[in-house]
């Protein structure tokens, strides 16, 4: 393919190069300065045949035409935006003068870079048509022609130009003579072209390979090594030294600039090389301090130098690192042995003076600092430090002049004002002036050091994905799409697998789209270099877990879906999806089987899914790979305590109290266990051994032994081995201590019917706690008996006249709406109500009264924001919930009760899903107040589905809602035919679990 030869787009915009479509020979002269996916670039003038149309300066091809196309006028091409010819100068003289009057008003394409585009290349995609335009645009790839000469250009030479062909067609046309070529290279390296200038020497050398195009192709290499040095790329510069050094260096004249370079490169034992071809020994001296200064200034440049001189280099920086952190001692201390001979005696000097700087002392600083060698580092570091400090500072700026100067001899040039023009664009959310600045900010600091550009990446990774999930799928492309060609790769993540994994997780994608990106990232992982053997597996485990925790929310999500659109999962979906997610992360523990995390969250789907038997066996693997794993332990042994098996529940407490022996949850469980553990002795007959456990419950918590509730498991066991005697003695001791029996009597009547008592036993007490009721209300009484009882719904324990015991201690509350409460009794009795649904009204009351008594109780301002939320989409005030809530928060951060302080994590989750739900479409109708009444009944299922994510109390929001004079009924409403379309498995968004 010559250059200058144009190109024809096929159908579908296919590539197919060597196609003829013209019928004979164009015979024009051309000159093709680009190409740009097969079309013309900045075209000056152009030919027009009977079957294109033009459009204000822009030319088509119509299809049709396209086997029949020829052309004989002359033209110079320079441009075409996807099969447009774009910024004719002379179209529409050659439409005149050929009689083709095509021309229509409009200018089809206009752009803010048509100006730009009428002189030279598109540098910039622009939307000239349309969006899609704009996505097409950001795909295509530009292949650069780049030909000087005019040539005649046969039909049957039409096709696409690759980059190979480019590549013969620049040999086949470069300067035929030797003097011409190595006048080529001179040109190139005149315009500082050095990768050109090297590729045009190593053709000069290929054709002859005389000494003067040896030295020319030494002279590229070492220019082009040194230019990659100074554009912070070593690792670049390095390769093309080795190509130097392999090439060899026959220039003497070149002998103590590469041994120079080397050493800047850290190839110390390839300088030691050369430097035996040097002859001045003031020049190998001045290398040998070059290395020094070198091994201090980059230790990671110098694992070829001796062991001495990174010893030394290493002393160096320890010395500076103490002086840092203002411990002048221990940096001298650290210099001490450096003499005067040795290489690094500038640096000793330059640390005493700086040392002296920090105190102030001139005159030590000049008597250190004068006597450094101009030729070294120190002396270069201690100009700019004194030019830094004679500078006047700007009053308009204060030290920006100083810090500009500072960035300049540090890094050539400045960037902060950049990053902090960066900064404010993300803080703006101006994601438009991000991307234009990303990629020359991201250039900047790679000159600068490679892990700066990536940890830019890093810093803007997070907001980026939080923006493109909150548009719309062809504004989440396109920005993603143009944030990933302008910023740098993680290390971590290097072909951008992660990137758009997340980013499929959010609206625009689903399950299987992430999922998909998520196994590529697998493959990534397994070769990845910055991490070991040992990382990259744990890193993979991580990766499934995260993808087993998204399986998870998707079947909650099935699980309350209710769009009324489309068909509820069955229950064959959600198990096979359930399946799914364990799958997964088996996957992950066979990776990783000692990252308990993965357990963890295992453990809790099958606790949400009604599975406790696999939960615990989950908990027990656990504990066989971290045995003392202190969640698991404490998970077990409530686990147990459900299912009232308290021998296992036991040995697992203790586990847990051996890691921590102070923690008062563990304390009473421990202590409930035993009490337990006592009943099933009494319940068997072993009345040593049920003794044995209560006297071993009262030293672990003896207040709970002396409580009603203890004292009436105590009594129940004697009466149950049959020494009433001694029983009725220890009643007569719990009634002396208490000052109200009823919730001793309550407590002795529900132990009873547990411990399985006689029936004239359980009506003994039952009769002294009818007669206890109708006493006057007091608050400890409210408080003990709701606790009680509290304790048997919460543990969810069942046991004969369960129910009779909440509708008579109900009772007894519906009478204490206007005592004198304490909190802790008040606490308790708003606990023990929550899990009564039926009891709201009485609920609502009681923390209206908690209210008014306790203002600044963040556990009433907490329950009085769930409970405003649990009122349902319709009768929810969420503005009043959200106040209570941010009360709540205020309260338990300022308070130094632990009780009140532990509620802090649930306030905050609450506050935070509050503000969610407010900021979802339907949420915002009613985020300051109430939904407004009317709400059609299509409407029903999902604000259904809204309210279970608010936590509200099934069925009971639309009861008489919506009756049959509803505005909104109408005929269609009550046609049964209509069945919703079958609802695919990713489409619409997972649930996140809260």
Same mark, same amino acid.
């Given at each position: ?297 980059? #230790? ?65 600083? $000049? ?375 009823? #919730? ?114 963040? $556990? ?37 009760? #632990? ?96």
């Amino acid at each position: 393919m010559h250059p200058g030869v144009w190109a024809v787009r096929t159908d579908r915009g296919q590539r197919r190069a060597g196609s003829a479509p013209a019928t004979r020979p164009c015979t024009h002269s051309v000159t093709c300065t680009g190409v740009y996916f097969g079309y013309f670039v900045n075209l000056e003038a152009f030919f027009v045949h009977p079957f294109g149309d033009l459009y204000g300066g822009i030319f088509r091809i119509s299809r049709k035409s396209r086997e029949r196309f020829s052309c004989t006028c002359p033209m110079t091409c320079t441009g075409v935006y996807f099969g447009y010819f774009v910024n004719s100068v002379t179209a529409r003289q050659l439409l005149r003068e050929d009689g083709k009057r095509r021309v229509r008003p409009t200018i089809l394409g206009r752009s803010p870079y048509q100006a730009e585009n009428e002189t030279g290349l598109i540098r910039r995609p622009g939307v000239w048509n349309s969006s899609r335009s704009l996505l097409l645009w950001r795909r295509a790839r530009c292949v650069v022609v780049n030909a000087q000469a005019h040539l005649e250009c046969p039909a049957n030479e039409i096709g696409i130009v690759s980059s190979k062909q480019k590549q013969q067609a620049d040999r086949k046309h470069a300067p035929s003579s030797e003097v011409g070529q190595r006048q080529e290279v001179e040109r190139l390296i005149a315009k500082d072209r050095l990768k050109d200038a090297v590729k045009q020497a190593k053709l000069c050398y290929k054709a002859a390979a005389s000494t003067e195009n040896h030295h020319l192709l030494e002279r590229a290499y070492y220019l082009r090594a040194d230019q990659l040095r100074r554009n912070g790329m070593p690792a670049a510069a390095v390769e093309v030294a080795h190509h130097l050094l392999e090439f060899g260096v026959t220039d003497p004249k070149l002998v103590e600039p590469t041994a120079r370079l080397l050493v800047a490169l850290g190839m110390s034992k390839s300088a030691q090389a050369i430097e035996g071809r040097i002859e001045s020994p003031e020049t190998r001296e001045q290398l040998a301090l070059d290395a020094a200064d070198q091994a201090v200034l980059h #230790p990671d440049r110098t694992t070829e130098a001796p062991a001495e001189l990174r010893a030394g280099a290493a002393r160096v920086r320890q010395a500076l690192d103490a002086l840092h952190a203002g411990d002048e001692a221990k940096a001298m201390e650290a210099l001490r042995d450096v003499s005067r001979s040795s290489p690094f005696s500038d640096w000793k000097l330059f640390v005493r003076g700086l040392a002296a700087r920090s105190r102030h002392a001139e005159d030590e600083v $000049r008597a250190n600092w004068d006597r450094l060698d101009s030729r070294r580092a120190p002396f270069r570091i201690v100009r700019s430090l004194e030019a830094l400090s004679a500078q006047t500072p700007n009053p308009k700026s204060g030290s920006a002049t100083s810090l500009t100067e500072l960035e300049k001899r540090c890094f050539g040039e400045p960037v902060i004002e950049s990053l902090e023009q960066l900064r404010a664009f993300v803080a703006e959310a101006n994601w438009d002036e991000v991307l234009r600045r990303l990629m020359n900010i991201r250039l900047r600091l790679q000159r600068i050091d490679p892990k700066l550009a990536r940890r830019l990446t890093d810093v803007v990774y997070e907001p980026m994905i939080r923006e493109v999930t909150a548009y719309e799928y062809r504004e989440a492309m396109a920005l993603a799409k143009e944030f990933h060609r302008v910023a740098e790769p993680l290390a971590i993540d290097p072909h951008w697998n992660r990137f758009w994994a997340l980013v499929w997780e959010g609206p625009i994608g689903s399950l299987e789209d992430a999922e998909r990106y998520w196994r590529k990232y697998l493959k990534d992982l397994e070769n990845l270099p910055i991490l070991s053997p040992d990382e990259r597996r744990l890193a993979q485990a991580l990766v499934l877990e995260h993808m087993g925790q998204e399986h998870v929310g998707y079947v909650e999500f099935l699980e309350g879906h209710s769009d009324p659109f489309s068909r509820p999962a069955s229950k064959q979906e959600i198990g096979r999806e359930r399946k799914e997610a364990v799958a997964i992360f088996e996957e992950s523990l066979r990776l990783a089987p000692t990252h308990p995390g993965t357990y963890r969250h295992l453990i809790d789907a099958y606790e949400d899914w009604g599975q406790p038997d696999e939960a615990a066996a989950v908990a027990r693997r656990l504990l066989e790979k971290v045995p003392d794993d202190f969640d698991a332990l404490e998970q077990l042994a409530e686990h147990f305590s459900r299912r009232d098996a308290p021998a296992q529940a036991l040995e697992y407490v203790t586990r847990a109290r051996a890691l921590k022996p102070l923690d008062p949850d563990l304390v009473r469980e421990e202590w409930t266990i035993r009490m337990s553990l006592a009943r099933h002795c009494a319940l068997e007959k072993k009345w040593d051994e049920g003794r044995a456990q209560f006297s071993a419950a009262e030293r672990v918590w003896a207040e709970g032994s002396q409580s009603f509730h203890g004292q009436a498991q105590r009594i129940v066991f004697e009466l149950k081995a049959h020494q009433n005697e001694r029983a009725d003695e220890m009643i007569r001791d719990a009634q002396e201590r208490s000052t109200e029996a009823a #919730p001793l009597w309550l407590a002795l009547w529900v132990e009873a019917s547990r411990y399985k008592l006689p029936q004239i036993e359980q009506v003994r007490f039952d009769l002294n706690w009818e007669k206890a009721l109708p006493k006057r209300c007091r608050s400890d009484t409210a408080g003990a008996i709701a606790s009680l009882l509290h304790t048997f719904i919460d543990r969810r324990i069942d046991y004969p006249n369960r129910e009779q015991h909440i509708r008579d201690v109900v009772q007894y509350l519906q009478r204490t709406t206007r005592i004198k409460y304490t909190e802790h009794d008040l606490e308790s009795v708003c606990t023990f109500l929550v899990d009564l649904p039926k009891e709201k009204p009485l609920l609502d009351k009681l923390l209206q009264r908690g209210l008014k008594l306790f203002p600044d109780s963040p $556990r009433f301002l907490w329950m009085a924001g769930l409970q405003e939320m649990a009122k349902g989409p319709r009768q929810s005030n969420m503005g009043q919930a959200r106040k209570y809530f941010e009360a709540a928060l205020k309260h338990a951060q300022a308070s130094r009760d #632990p009780k009140k302080t532990a509620l802090i994590s649930d306030i905050q989750e609450d506050l935070s899903r509050l503000r969610d739900l407010m900021s979802h479409p339907l949420g915002m109708a009613f985020g300051g107040g109430r939904l407004p009444d009317g709400v059609p009944p299509g409407f029903r299922d999902l604000l259904d589905r809204l309210a279970d994510e608010m936590g509200a109390y099934p069925n009971e929001f639309f009861e008489d809602d919506f009756d049959d004079d509803d505005e909104f009924d109408d005929d269609e409403d009550d046609d049964s035919s209509y069945s919703p379309p079958p609802r695919k498995r990713a489409s619409g968004k997972k649930k996140k679990k809260g």
